[in-house]
């Protein structure tokens, strides 16, 4: 598995500013086989920010750990992946402001054919036989801009100095921001009546 980078360059005074963007998943980056399943914890920062390094050199571009870690994030997803013990019927694609809840294994096996997937790759090497009884339910809160994620984080009361790699590669903030926005939707959902308090309690332990 390879980050995606793209290269943009701007015309100053006398100069050109040059800026490299990288887009990746933390979890299909290090987990093998490649797959966002198994989830990320703070331990494992160092090594992402190693074997990021690494599959950048591999692409041609330099790029010191040290500009990883203090690299400016512009997106950042926020998720969960829950087992749980409900039918896939039951587990629809929804969008809640910019959050959403899928089917996680559903997702990943249909990743090659449907246009609203939320998994932007191939479908993943996954040991299928061993997850056949199993169910996924990801919730999933995506912040696309520095602006989004700098109101969010106020609204999820957390305080970070700068929005940077390091800074925002937190297991704590990941937890505030989901269970502020599970709240969000829990409210919409018992003001609809498409919800119940079981339903509600499979987010308590997050």
């Known amino acids: 598995y390879y980050p995606k980078l793209s290269l943009t360059a701007h015309r100053r005074v006398g100069e050109y500013s040059v800026m490299l963007r990288i887009e990746f998943s933390a979890m299909k980056l290090i987990n093998q086989p490649s797959n966002n399943l198994e989830e990320v914890c703070d331990e494992d920062f160092e090594t992402i920010v190693k074997t990021l ?3 950048i050199s ?3 571009a ?3 750990p040290e500009s990883i870690r203090k690299a400016k994030v512009t997106r950042v997803d926020y998720g969960k992946n829950c087992k749980v013990q409900i039918k896939p019927a039951l587990l629809l694609l929804t969008t809640h402001k910019n959050v959403v809840l899928y089917d996680k294994l559903a ?3 249909k990743a090659n054919f449907s246009p609203r997937r939320a998994v932007g790759e191939n479908a993943q090497l996954l040991d299928w ?3 056949a009884d199993e169910q996924y339910l990801r919730f ?3 912040l696309g801009n ?3 994620i700098r109101q969010t984080l106020n609204k999820a009361e957390v305080n970070v100095p700068e929005l940077t790699f390091e800074n925002l590669f937190q297991s704590e903030i990941c937890r505030k921001v989901n269970l502020y926005y ?3 939707l829990m409210q919409a959902c018992l003001i609809h009546h498409l919800c119940n308090e079981n339903v509600a309690d499979l987010f308590k332990q997050l």
Do not use: A, N
């Open 53 to 55: 390094q690494k599959r």
């Open 58 to 60: 591999e692409l041609g």
């Open 62 to 64: 330099r790029v010191s």
């Open 107 to 109: 997702d990943i096996r």
């Open 129 to 131: 036989t061993s997850l």
């Open 140 to 142: 999933e809160v995506q």
């Open 146 to 148: 520095s602006d989004t």
């Open 182 to 184: 599970w709240g969000e």
